[in-house]
């Protein structure tokens, strides 16, 4: 008899070896999937979040109250003022700078000094009747300006007058110029042809003019009364001064300033030869100390000149030695006039054989000396 075989018993052990290692697989992929955090996974799934109010305050919480008036008690003195001046109003500055008036304030001239010029012209002459003879006429001694318009008010005075005769004087000019020596000529042409009269002045250094003028108008019962006054200085322009004679009044190209015409007023070219005119008229009105107001107007307004009679003097010339009278007009002081110096010849028809223009120091102080070289008559 055969002997049975029976398959060995290995599949259950087997089958329980599988499920032990499928077991334990399984814990060991658990066990990394909640150990690992994978790329993309958040933890907010293992997170529990409770959100609870927050309790309220035991008390209310105050806020902070200004209080303005206890600060600014304790505040220093010197900052007390600052509500003074917050309630003044503003004031906005002006559109230009505050400054002084430059235009001058005019008022009318006192009764006063109408007096005044009797006492000095009283000096002028020995008689002061001012009675004319042969003819010859009867000039007033100037006008007092009073800027603006004009105040020239005839002091009163009036003189015998007598122009000279026609002639030709040339001069050596000698001077300064911005303070440097210069030398040069001139000349003065005066023409007398009876009712008329005409002056014309020049001076020149090397080439250049440094002084032209003329004067015209009438002669008359006041001497020389111009009607027409050209001055040019140096490079600038010629001014005209008007002696209108319908309107009366006297007027400048170069100014507004305008002033009565009264008669007897002179301009700077025709103020020389009232003088000799007066030389001539009486010799006696000429004495050392003697003063001579007359009115001169200029290029842009006009005063009165005040001319003092130095004395007689011997001066040296180019042409000679003369007797000649000195007179001076000193310019007030601050003024920028020139003071001018005359020398008059009664030998020569009184004649001015020398003229010294000095400037004022504000201008430089330059001047022009005129000293008479030669003479020559000119026809009627």
Not at 148 to 162: F, V
Not at 316 to 327: A, K, R, Y
Request: net charge negative; charged share 20%; hydrophobic share 35%.
């Amino acid at each position: 008899m055969s002997e049975v075989s029976h398959p060995p018993r290995r599949w259950p052990r087997l089958l329980l070896l599988i499920a032990l290692s499928l077991a334990l697989h399984a814990l060991l992929v658990d066990w990394g999937r909640r150990q690992i955090i994978l790329p993309g996974a958040t933890q907010e799934q293992a997170m529990t979040v409770e959100l609870r109010p927050l309790p309220p305050p035991e008390q209310p919480v105050a806020l902070p109250v200004p209080r303005p008036t206890q600060p600014r008690a304790a505040k220093p003195a010197s900052r007390q003022a600052a509500p003074a001046r917050r309630s003044e109003p503003s004031i906005e500055p002006p559109d230009e700078p505050i400054r002084e008036t430059v235009e001058p304030i005019y008022t009318p001239a006192p009764e006063a000094p109408h007096s005044a010029p009797a006492t000095a012209t009283a000096t002028a002459s020995d008689d002061g009747t001012g009675k004319t003879s042969d003819g010859k006429g009867q000039g007033t001694a100037g006008a007092a300006a009073e800027g603006g318009q004009a105040q020239s008010d005839a002091p009163g005075k009036s003189y015998q007058t007598s122009a000279p005769p026609s002639v030709l004087l040339r001069y050596d000019a000698t001077g300064t110029k911005d303070g440097r020596a210069s030398y040069g000529r001139g000349s003065i042409a005066w023409r007398n042809d009876g009712p008329h009269y005409s002056v014309e002045g020049k001076a020149k250094v090397l080439v250049f003019t440094v002084l032209n003028f003329t004067s015209q108008g009438d002669l008359d019962g006041n001497g020389l009364s111009p009607e027409l006054y050209t001055e040019q200085t140096g490079f600038k322009s010629a001014t005209n001064t008007h002696f209108n004679r319908e309107r009366n009044v006297v007027s400048f190209s170069a100014s507004t300033t305008t002033y009565p015409r009264r008669g007897g007023e002179q301009d700077r070219g025709s103020v020389i030869w009232q003088l000799a005119a007066i030389g001539r008229g009486d010799p006696a009105q000429f004495r050392a100390g003697a003063v001579i107001d007359m009115f001169v107007a200029g290029v842009r307004d006009g005063e009165v000149w005040r001319m003092q009679v130095q004395g007689e003097e011997d001066v040296t010339l180019p042409i000679g030695q003369l007797h000649t009278w000195h007179v001076v007009r000193m310019p007030k002081p601050g003024s920028y006039e020139d003071r001018v110096d005359i020398w008059l010849a009664p030998q020569h028809e009184w004649y001015p054989v020398r003229v010294r223009y000095t400037e004022p120091p504000s201008r430089g102080g330059d001047f022009i000396d005129l000293s008479l070289s030669g003479m020559e008559a000119l026809p009627p």
